[in-house]
């Protein structure tokens, strides 16, 4: 069965800098797409940062430069580095993985779709004050 727990989300300030973590349990796929996804209140889900087996890696618009997603695969763990923190990156963010495969569908603002993902973290609170 496999398990994602995500950790490391907190309150910041603008312009400070958050690391979330996803420790990945039971998942055992040789290829497959890890993402982080964040939800506003009334908001829809939105793909912020994904990755692939081999490393590649996709951002969504809004993120790009301030954020970066990475893989321990050693760890079974996933990461997401949040520098330069603003308000509207207060969300509850959560972690995804895949079934396998290596292609995954990307939103309308250039991260990951997640309808393209399986299994789902129960979800970390970010919140950033001005």
């Known amino acids: 069965q496999v398990q994602l727990v995500e950790s490391g989300g907190g309150s910041v300030q603008s312009g400070g800098s958050l690391r979330l973590s996803c420790a990945a349990s039971g998942y055992t796929y040789r290829s497959y797409y890890m993402g982080w996804f964040r939800q506003a209140p009334g908001k829809e889900r939105e793909g912020v940062a994904g990755i692939d087996s081999d490393g590649s890696t996709r951002y969504a618009d809004s993120v790009k430069g301030r954020f970066t997603i990475s893989q321990d695969n050693a760890k079974n763990a996933l990461y997401l580095q949040m520098n330069s923190l603003k308000p509207e990156d207060t969300a509850m963010y959560y972690c995804?993985?895949?079934?396998?495969?290596?292609?995954?569908?990307?939103?309308?603002?250039?991260?990951?779709?997640?309808?393209?993902?399986?299994?789902w973290g129960q979800g970390t609170q970010v919140t950033v004050s001005s």
């Open positions: 995804a993985a895949s079934a396998g495969g290596t292609w995954y569908a990307l939103g309308s603002r250039g991260g990951p779709h997640p309808a393209s993902f399986a299994y």
